[in-house]
């Protein structure tokens, strides 16, 4: 069965693009291009956006369900716990990365998605940077002194993580101030998946591994 990738360089398909080179699956990758015509890919997705994963004939949205299922389709990669405790802690965090760090990034770069007022959109802006910030503090904290958010070993929501890591680079957040962050950014761009997917991407990390060799 065929399995596409649809990603966006710069978008937060970076997550499951990382997760599909560390899995060792068969995979094909689609870059789509939102800012320009977007009809082809609405007859993918119709909801538009990125990610999309399709397996055969089925459509798979959310990054959260498609690293999920691309976990599950690679076994042998371990890149989600098995057991109901620590995948049920892994959920949490990723379900956080969603539904907080993913939507206080738009408002700061598409408040235009919650408002056309002007006015409002500048406020939006300004109020949502330091909420950023103290998330961004608070991914810090929730690394801790542990190697990986997967836990004991590199996973599905170390990928999801990375996607943050580079917003907080390319919105001028001051990044280099999180140590834990910074050098489990270190272990990431060891990783020659990680460096492989960022190829494919655009933004500071992007930039960084395009100067170093393969
Ligand atoms: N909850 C979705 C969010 C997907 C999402 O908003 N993707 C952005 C790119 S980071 C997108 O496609 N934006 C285009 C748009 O909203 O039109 C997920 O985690 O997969």
Known sequence: MTITLYHHRGACSLAPLVALGESGLDYRLSVVNLAGDR???LRVNPAGKV?????????????LAILYRIAAMAPAARLFPDDAVEASRQLSLMAWFGSTLHILRRQIRMPLRFTADKEAQAKLVADGRPKMWDALQDLERRLGDREW???ARFGVADAYALVFYDWGLADGFAMAELPALTR???RMLERPAVRAALRENAGPLHAEVAEQPA
């Open 39 to 41: 009809a082809e890919y």
């Open 51 to 63: 990610p999309a994963l399709t397996i055969g004939d089925e459509l798979l949205t959310e990054n």
């Open 149 to 151: 958010f997967g836990g």
């Open 184 to 186: 489990w950014k270190g």
